[in-house]
């Protein structure tokens, strides 16, 4: 497993609506290992190994949750609009950076009471943020930031032991586990869609658009999951790090195929591997607008639970995100066609 790509894909750049330099970073990537590759018209990568057998499709989201900036203050600081669900208080004294005219412009995430040391009383909500830039508004303007401008959340990628840390883990471990699919899985012959989607953090519409013209036999969505294992917590915990990705059985909005997830669940046995039960209700994936698509298309979501998510120090363990390729791989090389109607 190389991590280095891992850590790579994270620490770019993609917010939704903006995915550009993920994009490019990753269409790089697929193609030294599939030759039908394709972009969309709207922005989902479509890499299909053609093959026999039935149609799998795999997906993952390639976008993160972000800042776009609202207002530019008469004293040069930026009040933002978050894109995604994101936890306010979490972005407090965080880098950002904005694309300009000559160059990148960087501020850091506070509040006023902050900035000024004072008492802060409240929890801050997002319309409470502003980005310092060290600018006046006018040297803003002349550098082309504006309304919309999109704030771009900075965060080096690190490893402790055998646990990685840094943003965009949702969904860039799904992306890397795609990756190393693709290249694993370079020699087989079965059929196989491997599909990078955009806006999942708005509203799942990437993956809406991207399966006008697929018509997958079954869909299995790599995604990643908060864990509930803190320590401090009374309830009874279910998603652990370090203890084997997950099946999502239920989410908010969606139930998985009941024969996908049995058949997961034997592989992960056959291999004796560790495999999470996810059952939750907030929440959902991409998984829910492909199993509604096309009249109905079996569909699950393999997971990788993450502490911290939805902020820029997301925690993951290698070994859950290693344990789900080998489960993956051999799903892939051996696909369930009891479950296809």
């Known amino acids: 497993m190389t991590t280095r790509l891992l850590m790579k ?19 790089r990537e697929i193609r030294k290992h599939v030759k039908d590759v394709r972009v969309d ?29 609202k207002a530019v203050t008469e004293k040069g600081n930026i009040r933002c609009s978050s894109i995604g669900g994101i936890e306010p208080i979490s972005l407090i004294g965080q880098r950002v950076h904005m694309k300009a005219r000559r160059g990148m412009i960087h501020g850091i995430v506070t509040t006023p009471e902050i900035s000024d040391d004072e008492e ?15 600018m006046s508004k006018k040297e803003l303007t002349n550098r082309g930031v504006s309304v919309g401008a999109f704030l771009n959340l900075e965060q080096k990628s ?34 196989i869609y491997f599909v990078f989607t955009v806006q999942e953090e708005i509203g799942l519409y990437g993956s809406k658009t991207s399966l006008f013209n ?52 034997k ?3 056959g291999k004796k591997l560790p495999l999470q039960m996810d059952v ?13 698509s096309k009249g109905g298309i079996p569909t699950t979501v393999v997971g990788v639970p993450v502490r911290n998510m939805h902020t820029t120090m997301g925690i993951a363990s290698l070994k859950d995100i290693g344990r789900a390729i080998i489960i993956l791989e051999e799903f892939l090389r051996k696909p369930p066609r009891k479950c296809i109607p």
């Open 267 to 269: 592989i992960a046995k």
């Open 158 to 191: 690190c490893m402790f032991g055998r646990k990685i840390s840094g943003k965009a883990l949702d969904d860039r471990v799904g992306c890397y586990i795609l990756l190393e699919l693709a290249r694993k899985l370079r020699k087989s012959s079965a059929d």
């Open 280 to 292: 939750s209700d907030e929440g959902t994936t991409d998984a829910l607008s492909i199993a509604v």
């Open 120 to 134: 802060v009383e409240e929890i801050p909500k997002i319309k409470d943020l502003i980005v310092e830039t060290g």
């Open 9 to 27: 894909l994270m620490e770019i750049p993609g917010t939704s609506g903006n995915e550009g330099d993920i994009r490019k970073a990753i269409l």
């Open 214 to 265: 697929i018509s997958p036999d079954l869909a299995i969505v790599v995604d990643v999951t908060n864990s509930d294992d803190a320590k401090e917590h009374p309830h009874e915990v279910s998603k652990q790090v370090g203890k084997g990705p997950t099946i999502t059985i239920k989410d908010e909005e969606m139930m998985s195929d009941i024969c996908l997830d049995k058949y997961l669940m």
């Open 41 to 69: 018209n709207f922005g989902n990568i479509i890499a299909h190994r053609k093959g026999k057998g039935p149609k799998m499709l795999l997906t993952s989201h390639m976008d993160e949750i972000g800042l776009i900036t």
